[in-house]
């Protein structure tokens, strides 16, 4: 029995140091753990969140650039007849376009889809204009219907898209 009570006492506090020895190593490990995760965040932060809020403003960019208002006024003394205007609408909006394509990384696919429903919107509102009119009449026929199309519809093809950009913005960023 003696044997058995000076054993106890050596084991006991053998394994109640062995014991804390394990709960102070967990504890520091757990420590690294969250300090390495946090500066893997810290540093996607420093990162990843400009590049993604470039992304959302080029996209911006890319809706106040391709809506018809703006459009029309920058490219309004580039031709001469409305086939020769539709074409080159079209294709400001197709190289606009191309040059962003690579900004659906950075965001939502729902936004995304709405970003090219919106530029499909303003494509089809030149198109339709461009019907309305004879290909070998003069640019500024195309202008009046296209803005004819738009106060018919009373909101711009790139509204629903530039909100759903901001929208996005604020649920990631703010």
């Known amino acids: 029995m003696d044997l058995l009570s000076d054993f106890l006492k050596l084991i006991v506090p053998a394994g109640l140091v062995l014991y804390g020895m394990y709960v102070t190593v967990k504890l520091l490990l757990e420590r690294e753990a969250d300090r390495h ?7 996607y932060t420093d990162t990843v969140v400009p590049i993604r809020l470039q992304a959302y403003e080029r996209m911006v960019l890319f809706l106040e650039r391709i809506s018809p208002n703006n459009l029309l006024l920058r490219l309004s003394g580039s ?9 080159r609408l079209l294709q400001e909006i197709r190289d606009e376009y191309n040059h962003n394509l690579s900004q ?4 939502s696919q729902a936004t995304w889809d709405q970003i090219q429903g919106a530029m499909n919107d303003v494509m089809v509102l030149i198109n339709q204009a461009s019907g309305d009119t004879r290909p070998d009449a003069p640019a500024l026929e195309l202008s009046k219907r296209i803005f004819e ?8 093809p790139t509204y629903d898209a530039l909100k759903a950009v901001k929208e ?7």
């Open 37 to 43: 995760t946090f500066e893997v965040k810290n540093r």
């Open 79 to 87: 031709s001469t007849t409305v086939l020769e205007f539709q074409q």
């Open 104 to 107: 659906q990384v950075y965001m």
């Open 149 to 156: 199309r738009i106060i018919q519809k009373d909101r711009q």
């Open 168 to 174: 996005e913005i604020q649920v990631m960023f703010m």
